[in-house]
């Protein structure tokens, strides 16, 4: 055949290959022992029954004089000649005594007879003449071949029943294995699963976890390709190296003897199992080949069609279960490579600034996933169009590749994985300074004023990137230039935001008749701006207005939102408007304010120190909590509207409630009662009342701090959000209005 790595060859002197198919098939029905030799004793063609009778497993190639006496086992040095052999070779029948399997004489008959075919062939036919210790043998054989029958079909048994309707993958590619081992008696069992490339390893037998095999074979070269050709299971044997194979050192090839029919195929010996005989097994869906079994024995071992035929019914009915647990296989592997994507992307953010060290670790962490070492690279600025691979223990030498030329069907893309090509100017450049040439380049782009590109290698002989790893390696390089990218944008977003809220946190103003306090808590370490906001503005009239305020998002967005809510509620203040009256204009100005989807939780009221009232309108917010200074009795006001900038013509109404001298008011945002503890439970509306109680009998001075302190107890210092609270407290209330409570 034309083909570098699987060879065939014809036994000589047997005609045509059609020819020599059916006299295959004759030979394997006769319970006689046939044997074909030359001119030169040779022997050229042998089947079961002359291995059984002879008691060897390699007889083609040796001479035969070596199979009578008086030379048993022995090859004579004299030249070959037919008038010294034991037996006519004129058709005659000629009875001979031969040695048994444990040294016994044992009569056997043998004819032979010179054959019509090129060259000088001579075909022998041999059986047992003995009678009464054949019948005894005749007997012990069938015994043996019922055990050897009743353990096959209770094994096949065991595999249809412990696999029927399986949805575990890991089932399939474990039990299967392990009970076909079992079941054929044989060393070990390995399992690939055809993909577009070739064939991939997908499993071993227990007993093969020490063994060198194949984790990939390409398609169209190897056993599949012989598999593919008959349509069903193969009888293999590896024949011993003879000695000029000996003699030129390392075997790349080997010599694969078909058992059926005594073809001989010359196959690399990378994509041989570590078996001696075994049986090649298909897994047909349809008419496309899915998977390939390959079932052996580390020593000589005759297999039987009867087996063959077994282990393809086997594989008939796996088929269907195969199908099915190759696609839960891939959906389980494209989720398994996402989770690995999110967490890299996860730890890239957890660093801080996305810079080339940063990019570097996730790309080497990307390699850890797909069992890959990360080779990270760069540009030489003296070589143009070549690149520079940092090896451990390395020379330091330039891969003679031109990067654009590699990239050329991604031109203009600033993120690029590109597979390595098996016979690419990339694979050469690699094979020539010693690097695997199984993987791919990874370009993530501009990573400040450096280009970060990397190949991901694996060792020689493993199996090349499929399509869900190179995807998996695409969003990382992805995350990794849009995380750069956007460090700088953040920072600045950071410095507008801040700025923008300037003033937002200060001091509130003083208002006489009131002690106020605000405290906010970020809970990011980063102090990421975001929109919760809170103040006090002084009206005329011995009044003030209050303000808390929870802006959904962060950064800019966010940022701006609060200072334009902040701005307007202010202006409207001083106009005079109830709370309800304020909110709903802020409601029509918010919806169309914001170009994004940014609503917010308010808290407005109105406090008149001469009425002896507080008017509020509380939308979407936590509710206020009015602290009695006779009793410690906390009131709720929870007079409730929607939140503000989600819809028009949102209805929002106000509450009241009256006040005395040294009642305070707490204002707090949603960062408050929503805090969890360790174990996942929140800190709730019941926690801060309590807290509250146990607080405010200690003074009003440090008052939020306490709170603060208490929060960070419970939370073990980890807030999930920003925390702002307000207290008021009202030092003059009614004088000379005769305010009521």
Partial sequence: MANASLGFRRVDGLGERSVSGTLAGLLQLTSDAVLAFDGMGRILLANEAAEHLFRSQELVGTDVRALFPPAVGVTPEAAFDTRALPFSTDGNTTSLTCAGAHGEPVGIAVRCQRVSAPGETYLLVAYEDDSEQAEAREHDRLVRELQRANHRLSGTLSIVLETLDSKDVQTLFERVLEELTDTMDATGTVFYVAESDGYHLRGTSSSLDESRVPRFMPAGRNIERMVMQVGHSMRLRVLAPQGAELRRGRLVRRNVVNEETREVYHVASTMLPPFVSFIAVPVWFGRHLIALIEVGWDQMHPTRREDAELLDAVAQYLSVQLAGAFSAMRVQREQDLREASSGIREDMMSLGAVDEQTVRAALQSAGGVLDATCYMLHEDPKAPGKIGAEVPGGTGELLDVDLGTVEADQAGQEVVVVPVAPDSDLAAALAKVGLPTVGALVDTGMVGEKRSFCLELRDVGAEPLDDLELAFLERVATDANGLAHGDEARRQDKRISQALQTGMKNELQRVPGISADGIYSSATQAAVIGGDFYDLIRLPGDRACVIMGDVSGKGVEAASVSAAVRTALGAYSWQGLSPAHMVRLLN?????????????????????????????????????????????????????????????????????????PGDMLLLYTDGTTEARATDGSFFGEDGLRDTVMREAPKGFDGFLGRLLDALDRFTSRHLEDDVAMVALRFDEVGKGSGARA
């Avoid at 989807?597 to 917010?621: K, P, Q, W």
């Avoid at 819809?647 to 109404?653: A, I, N, S, T, V």
């Fill in 588 to 660: 029509e100005f918010l919806l169309g304010f914001s170009r994004l989807e940014t609503f917010a939780t308010l808290f407005v009221g109105i406090v008149d120190l001469g009425a002896g009232r507080i008017t509020y309108c509380s939308a979407g917010h936590p509710p206020a909590f009015l602290i009695r200074s006779g009793t410690g009795a906390i009131e709720a006001l929870d007079v409730q509207s929607g939140v503000v900038g989600a819809f028009h013509e949102m209805r929002y109404r106000n509450g009241r409630a009256g006040i005395r």
